[in-house]
């Protein structure tokens, strides 16, 4: 079957996920607010929508990669896998901040405070290094004890996230408070966005062993169905009544705002549904699209912000369309990106002659 060598559906689902993020900083940004009415049931559906699409693309990052890295047991592979790892984390920390780099300010001599703010690459890339480490620690040695370590940093995260969800950190350095704190302006963190990562991780290994079983599909797609309605409608009630028998407060505020969880029940249901569809997603442009979601990213980055010139679609048109204009925009808009996205990848051959002649010339 095709899962043997690649989880193809886990590439559509990435797809579904990029695409749902393009429309959904498209509408976010250019609609205007009038039309922001949360007693609209099309808006309110929309809105759900936007808010699984971050954790179901954190999840599917640390799957495909944690899948990958342990598919094969060959040191050598394995340290290839671990390689190129590494420079894809090295790689979105760099875009991440070269995409909020402002040019017209070095131009002027300044580095103005949104060049330091942390968003989704930066989060990936250093998820993907706590994936490494955690290998290097535990996964080279325990396959199991990689998996139950990875989904009790989750578990923990989310937990405490009450006592770091509004941390400031004003002693710390400003480019590192970043990272942990959104109170001076970063739009992700680390934390929680981390456990959605080692969740995927989690859920690789099951799928790496457990997949070769006969019937693994339908009793994994109604295993996450039944997951995902635990921690979406009976999760909330559970943290209330551990606190009431074991006395930990902490655990009111976990039932009283308990969207991480609630979050990751909806990621379940989107695994579940994509193994269902597992056999009709493999249409070379959809898994192109799944495998090329960097490329994506940055190329609706610079066409909506305009990154680093800040020249994009943002700078004219911000929160002033109509819900007919946002919605044929965000059409529109998210077919160029990938088309170019497409372009790029398929220019990659003769861009390396080109490089290749130059420096044999020298």
């Not at 609630?262 to 379940?268: A, E, I, N, S």
């Not at 940055?298 to 305009?306: A, N, R």
């Amino acid at each position: 079957m095709i899962e043997q060598k690649r989880l193809f559906f886990i590439d559509a689902i990435r797809a579904w996920a990029i695409i749902m993020m393009l429309q959904g900083h498209f509408i976010d940004g250019l609609l205007d607010p009038i039309y922001r009415n949360t007693d609209n049931n099309i808006y309110n559906i929309w809105l759900y929508f936007r808010g699984i699409t971050a954790p179901v693309f954190f999840t599917a990052s640390g799957l495909i990669f944690t899948y990958l890295l342990f598919k094969e047991t060959d040191e050598s592979y394995r340290n290839k896998r671990l390689k190129k790892g590494l420079i894809r984390a090295g790689q979105l920390l760099l875009l991440g901040y070269l995409l909020r780099l402002n040019i017209n300010g070095l131009f002027k001599g300044e580095i103005y405070p949104s060049s330091y703010y942390v968003d989704v690459l930066h989060c990936i890339g250093i998820a993907l290094f706590c994936i490494i480490v955690l290998y290097y620690l535990i996964g080279k040695w325990s396959y199991w004890g990689f998996a139950l370590v990875a989904v009790l940093i989750s578990v923990i995260v989310f937990i405490f996230e009450p006592l770091y969800i509004n941390l400031t950190l004003d002693s710390w350095p400003i480019f590192l408070s970043h990272y942990i704190s959104k109170a001076h302006g970063s739009v992700f963190t680390i934390i929680p966005w981390l456990g959605y990562s080692t969740f995927g991780a989690f859920l690789a290994l099951l799928l790496l062993k457990f997949k070769s079983f006969h019937k693994f599909y339908p009793v994994a797609i109604l295993i996450c169905i039944l997951g995902g309605y635990l921690l979406k409608y009976e999760s909330s009630d559970f943290f209330i009544w551990v606190r009431d028998t074991i006395e930990w407060p902490l655990l009111k505020n976990v039932a009283a705002k308990n969207y991480l969880f609630m979050r990751l029940g909806d990621v379940l249901w989107v695994l579940a549904i994509f193994m269902g569809l597992r056999n009709a997603v493999t249409h070379p442009r959809i898994l192109a699209i799944g495998q090329n979601t960097l490329s994506i990213y940055v190329i609706h980055s610079v066409l909506l912000y305009g990154s680093s010139y800040n020249f994009g679609l943002y700078r004219f048109f911000k929160q002033s369309l109509t819900p007919t204009e946002a919605i044929s925009g965000s059409i529109v808009f998210v077919t160029i990106s990938v088309l170019l996205s497409f372009l790029y990848v398929h220019s990659q051959n003769w861009r390396s002659q080109i490089f290749s002649r130059i420096f044999a010339k020298k």
